[in-house]
């Protein structure tokens, strides 16, 4: 039976979400099955929650564990009583930080991914709204980008950018090859004048058939030789313009981001 993970939060859960995600990964022979809970910023949700952690122990006779990010001491105690292995995320840093800074921590719901510089924020937004406007080819102005993606279409172009505007503040715009780009075998004046912000994917043809079948059943977009012939010419396209290149046939949106801004030497941080 899978082991039941708990997430829970005084604030979205997003953190102990994340944490906790890449540390279950270390253990592939077992299966997880998680919840989160968050917004556990009272005493009545902190008892409501440590019921489901109970509840979630008898139903299944394993002992849940419970990946925790709330700052109030004493509802982590309530949350603790139900039985749980608790894995506090931030318990381990702060009496460590408190002793190097000098200073007590200022427990604080929410900071984590509260509005607390306005300007970032404002600056994600218009980098995203610029994604969006500039995907698949819709707005050829590329003169404010930080970089453009290019390879064939449903490559992974879209969802690295908008992945970068969100969480970098990155204006990211993409360009899908076209047929007449692949025949030619040259980049489009309009990408060309733009090359030192090019980064181009490329994807397994038989991953890309699956992909394009999702979205266009039976058309000949998505049969696997329109495919092979697609991937081949835009690889050949890449080495001829020595682009920089990545296969995102295994690679999550999260690692094609960060090797992209990486390789293009674009420094942001997270949030």
Known sequence: MARKI??????TGITAETIGHSVLTQFESVEFE??????????????????????????SGL???????????????????????MLDVFAPFIAPLEQELGTKRQPRVGKAHGLVDFAQYEARINAT????????????NYNDADVILVGVSRS????????????????AANFPLTPDDLESQELPRRLAMHRHKL??????????????????????????E???????????????????VLSTTHTSIEEIASKVLSALGIERHLY
Do not use: W
């Not at 992974?156 to 204006?171: D, E, S």
């Open 34 to 59: 998680t919840m989160r809970i968050p917004f556990v910023d009272s005493v009545e949700k902190a008892l409501e929650a440590a019921e489901r952690v109970r509840l979630a122990a008898l139903e």
């Open 199 to 224: 980064f181009a994917l490329t994807i397994d043809p038989a991953r890309l058939q699956q992909v394009r079948e999702a979205r266009k059943p039976g058309s000949r977009y998505a049969t696997l």
């Open 156 to 171: 992974g172009k879209t969802p690295t950018c908008l992945f970068m505007a969100l969480h970098f503040g990155v204006r």
């Open 63 to 85: 002992r849940p564990i419970v990946v925790n990010t709330v700052v109030d001491p004493d509802l982590t105690r309530m949350l603790a009583d139900s039985g749980a292995l």
């Open 226 to 244: 329109q495919c092979r012939i697609e991937v081949s010419a835009a690889e050949k396209l890449f080495r001829r313009e020595r682009l920089p």
């Open 129 to 140: 709204n610029y994604a969006l406007t500039h995907d698949d080819g819709i707005d050829f």
């Open 6 to 11: 708990f997430y829970i939060s005084d604030g």
